[in-house]
């Protein structure tokens, strides 16, 4: 599976258009479209909105030093300097892609930065290559990550080409650019937590319980419409850098559609939400993963509808429905307001 090392969620109210003079002239003839999708506007269901019109510094500083300067020029200078740039992109469709702006790599392929020239969205690309000498309308039929994307309306585009050197096909998949990081790289200060004297301490745990929502209602959506992670894990999900979003990034397993949700094992989601608790490193896996430290009640009630049976491991052998996980979350919001509402509480406000 692959792992996009960094990505964008960032909005912008101005729109930043790409110049005519930067279209690369290639036109994309030996590019065989197998699908466009007819928008770039997220599904009204789906919770993952953001569709980026720019690129944060954090990100163009993880390019090659000439892609650097590239997206600096295009995007933070006068419009007289856009002008003296050449662009390398490479057009697939409505895409320019940017296989100098590598987003991550893996077995099955490698993820690039691309932009849609009509919109002028910022996406990510997964190329991948096929040895078979299948048919090119024998491709899509088989690509599970084309097929789940297009499920959630996540899918801007699919596009194939064939081997030069090799019997076979490259496949080209254009999906939305999520920014943020790895949940297995989520500290404590991310989550806005501390630890004073053997207790857990919040910013603002109304926006920790937010987070969690977060994580329920991407996974419903995703399970509504039969799609669910091939390898569930921390590095498989990520919460955007502006802290709006959980997103799951790997999905190319798939569930059957309308599977009542009592029968989907959420066993990993609950990790998520304990590491966006800020309490994950705080479990005694020697004591029935008790708390090493106090926490409010709230988090407490949480952590006691999720905790295993005696002898069970957390994260593989405990069966728990995204329905019970749900419940858990709805319980922990209500009770988060009654713990503020209350004159004796001790957390900030």
């Known amino acids: 599976m692959?792992?996009?090392?960094?990505?964008?969620?960032v909005c912008v109210l101005s729109s930043l258009l790409v110049p005519s003079s930067l279209l690369s002239s290639d036109g994309g003839e030996k590019y065989k479209c197998l699908y466009s999708s007819k928008s770039m506007i997220p599904h009204v269901d789906d919770p993952f909105k953001a569709r980026p019109l720019t690129l944060t510094k954090e990100l163009i500083s993880t390019f090659p030093?000439?892609?650097?300067?590239?997206?600096?020029?295009?995007?933070?200078?006068?419009?007289?300097?856009?002008?003296?740039l050449t662009d390398n992109r490479k057009k697939i469709g409505d895409f320019l892609v940017d296989f100098g702006a590598p987003l991550g790599n893996g077995v099955e392929g490698s993820v690039y930065l691309a932009q849609h020239t009509e919109?002028?969205?910022f996406t990510a690309v997964k190329e991948t290559h096929s040895y078979t000498d299948i048919g090119i309308a024998e491709i899509a039929k088989?690509?599970?990550?084309y097929k789940n994307h297009k499920k959630l309306e996540r899918c801007f585009g699919l596009f194939v080409a064939k081997l030069t050197n090799h019997v076979g096909y490259a496949t080209y998949l254009f999906t939305p650019l999520i920014d943020?990081?790895?949940?297995?790289?989520?500290?404590?200060?991310?989550?806005?937590?501390?630890?004073?004297?053997?207790?857990i301490q919040y910013d603002n745990l109304r926006k920790n319980v937010s987070f969690v929502e977060a994580v329920v209602n991407e996974i419903t959506y995703c399970y509504k419409r039969g799609v669910t992670q091939c390898e569930p894990g921390a590095t498989n999900c990520r919460f955007t850098y502006d802290k709006k979003y959980f997103v799951l990034v790997d999905i190319d397993g798939w569930v059957q559609e309308g599977l009542d949700s009592s029968k989907y094992n959420a066993s990993y989601d609950i990790f998520y939400s304990y590491q966006l608790l800020?309490?994950?490193?705080?479990?005694?896996?020697?004591?029935?993963?008790?708390?090493?430290?106090?926490?409010p009640d709230p988090v407490l009630n949480f952590h006691k509808l999720l905790i295993p049976e005696p002898g069970k491991k957390m994260c593989v052998f405990r069966f728990f429905s995204l329905a019970q996980f749900a419940q858990a979350v709805a319980l922990l919001k209500t009770e988060?307001?009654?713990?503020?509402?209350?004159?004796?509480?001790?957390?900030?406000?």
């Open 180 to 199: 943020g990081k790895d949940m297995c790289s989520w500290t404590k200060e991310d989550a806005g937590v501390s630890i004073k004297q053997q207790a």
């Open 119 to 121: 919109s002028n969205i």
């Open 278 to 295: 800020g309490i994950r490193s705080e479990l005694n896996v020697y004591d029935n993963y008790s708390l090493k430290s106090t926490v």
């Open 65 to 84: 030093e000439t892609t650097q300067n590239f997206y600096n020029t295009l995007l933070f200078t006068t419009e007289e300097e856009k002008k003296k």
């Open 142 to 145: 088989n690509y599970s990550a």
């Open 336 to 349: 988060t307001e009654e713990y503020f509402n209350n004159p004796n509480s001790t957390i900030d406000k």
């Open 2 to 9: 692959y792992k996009i090392l960094y990505s964008l969620s």
